[in-house]
């Protein structure tokens, strides 16, 4: 399975960004799929995570600001990211687990700097 982020970049405070992650070689729709972030010098940390029943789940620090969203027909996993804070500013990861075989993959990563 490779997934493949895109969408990040630099952004204002108060700005928007929609993260987009491209799966292939695997079964998307069976996926728990979920993001990531890592900043400089902390742990990776959750942000979102959606399960193929579209359930969801958020970090606290990101209720209510960050959207999760997942589109099967085109493999494809997003993050709307609005009102966004300078303690937003990380590497984004995409990450899925394939409940059957109990194995998670990670994309390679997406740099999302908030700044003024």
């Known amino acids: 399975v490779q997934l493949v982020e895109a969408g990040g970049g630099l952004v204002q405070p108060g700005g928007s960004l929609r993260l987009s992650c491209a799966a292939s070689?695997?079964?998307?729709?069976?996926?728990?799929m979920g993001w990531y972030r890592q900043a400089p010098g902390k742990q990776r940390e959750l942000v979102a995570t959606i399960t193929s029943l579209y359930n969801t789940l958020y970090a606290d620090s990101v209720k209510g600001r960050f959207t999760i969203s997942r589109d099967n027909a085109k493999n494809t996993l997003y993050l709307q990211m609005n009102s966004l804070k300078t303690e937003d500013t990380a590497v984004y990861f995409c990450s899925a687990i394939d409940p059957f075989k109990a194995i998670r993959y990670w994309g390679q990563g997406t740099q999302v700097t908030v700044s003024s």
């Open positions: 070689g695997g079964i998307f729709s069976i996926y728990h």
